[in-house]
């Protein structure tokens, strides 16, 4: 099976997965094939500091020049499964994630697999480095507007994230939490301004 994205196209196979980064004609040749290639590796390494910062991703087992064949993690999407409990357990994962200065980019359900009791994070391709506030803030207010939009608990989801949050980062949660509510008041009167 394959799927399309915006930035690549993954091919789903029994024992792995394989995520080609597609060129882009609208860029100068060598340039897309320079930032194909840097943001694939970019993509790898990030996978594996994650994995180290104890959150569950595939394997990688290949890096190639645009392509990245890794872990097929077979399971249910988070957009389907998720519980109160199960967000509080996405919470913690996320406060590992930022206390290892790694933003995900986006941390949607659609980007988290439960597979047994495991939650495993994927698709890592717009995730960077950053320890700031602001980008962990737009980070979590990502997750909460994936459960405003497609969950009709979601404020019961979004109070079990933050107590996962608080557990697995302590020393910088509240001031995270609190920029997630002013970057929703900015998104909020950008939009009611004429």
Sequence with gaps: MEKRGAEAVVELFPDRVIKTRVPKSYRIPELDERLRSERT?????????????????????????????????????????????LSRAVGVLVGRLHKAGLIHGDLTTSNMILRGDVIYMIDFGLSFWDGTLEARGVDVHVYYQTLISSHEDHEALMDAFA??????????????????????YRGRYKTETP
């Design 163 to 184: 107590e996962g949050y608080r557990a697995a980062f302590p020393e910088a949660a509240d001031d995270v939490l609190r920029r997630v509510k002013e970057i929703e």
């Design 41 to 85: 590796r970019a993509e790898a390494k990030i996978i594996s500091e994650a994995r180290r910062a104890g959150i569950p991703t595939p394997i990688v087992y290949d890096v190639r020049q645009y392509a990245l064949v890794m872990e097929f993690v077979d399971g249910r999407p988070m957009k389907e499964v998720i519980t109160p409990e």
